[in-house]
């Protein structure tokens, strides 16, 4: 073999490999892009479990454990599933063992006030939630469990705010609109009545919920014009 065939043929050996190994690590990164990261897995395990499909809840569960980079998620999710599925006694036990003032403080905060609420502990979850939006105004699901709360022991005014806030963070949410809709009309102001239950309506609410609404903004119209 001549030197330059030698040079040659070892010029190209080392491009093989400088190949080999970029095309190597193009694929580790795909893949790694691939994996769903902690939070992506919380939430579709919430996901799962508001649609209560619970095997696959589980099996978010189970991912969560495997990754050991944020076993707080795990915790988070099981604890969710106590609470939603009757025993939110156990699920605010599980939260108080976590460290509230850690990365995960706001989603404590928020499945603490939901277990609360369902205890029918009003204050404490008041107290949890209102702590949580003061840290957090955006937190959608910290107003709407304020908003139920406030409702609950009759004070509208402050129900009415935490809705109000929900239609700004959820934009495409009926319910509020819907709730609002059925106060206004309960304090006799109609003209309010009727823009937050058109509102509602608009947003394509399932059809049981759609016909009580059809049957409010229709009194609505009525008293509006008597």
Request: charged share 25%; aromatic share 10%.
């Amino acid at each position: 073999m001549s030197e330059r065939h030698f040079i040659k043929s070892g010029l190209a050996f080392r491009g093989l490999v400088v190949f080999g190994l970029v095309i190597g690590l193009a694929v580790a990164f795909y893949s790694l892009r691939k994996q769903p990261s902690a939070q992506d897995i919380w939430k579709q395990g919430l996901e799962f479990l508001s649609q209560r499909e619970f095997s696959k809840t589980i099996e978010s569960i189970e991912r969560l454990r495997q990754q050991d980079s944020d076993s707080d998620y795990a915790e988070l999710l099981e604890a969710a599933v106590s609470i939603r599925t009757g025993s939110p006694d156990q699920g605010l036990r599980r939260l108080s063992r976590m460290n509230v003032d850690g990365p995960r403080r706001r989603e404590i905060l928020l499945l603490s006030g939901e277990a609360l609420y369902q205890l029918n502990m009003l204050a404490e979850a008041r107290g949890t939630l209102l702590q949580l939006v003061s840290e957090d105004p955006d937190s959608v699901d910290g107003h709407r469990w304020l908003s139920s709360i406030w409702y609950d022991i009759g004070a509208n005014a402050q129900a009415i705010h935490h809705l109000t806030e929900v239609t700004r963070l959820d934009k495409d949410d009926y319910r509020p609109h819907w709730m609002m809709g059925v106060m206004y009309r309960d304090f006799e102001n109609f003209p309010e009545s009727i823009r937050h239950l058109e509102a509602a309506w608009a947003r394509k609410p399932p059809q049981g919920i759609r016909n009580y609404i059809a049957v409010f903004l229709s009194r609505s119209l009525q008293a509006e014009h008597q």
